[in-house]
């Protein structure tokens, strides 16, 4: 059976944030890897940091944890 990642960020917009989905439903848009680490700890999941890392609990799509601008170029950092 396929085992599907709860926490997906989806590729950067034009202004920089991603959307960031959990099971499914969208909690909110991302503007930096805090971000992130606080919408997925709102929803109820681990907020680590080591989480980020996780890829059985986030998918990271147009880029990794540190890109936040179109595209989801390197260097993208948070603003």
Not at 47 to 66: C, F, K, M, T
């Amino acid at each position: 059976m396929n085992r599907r990642t709860p926490v997906i960020v989806h590729p950067p917009s034009e202004d920089g944030g991603r959307r960031v989905t959990v099971d499914d439903a969208e909690v909110g848009v991302a503007y930096s890897l805090f971000d992130v680490l606080d919408l997925v700890h709102g929803a109820g999941l681990p907020g680590e940091d080591h989480a980020v890392d996780d890829p059985e609990l986030i998918e990271w799509r147009g880029g990794g944890p540190y890109d936040f601008s179109e595209g989801g170029g390197s260097g993208g950092g948070s603003d």
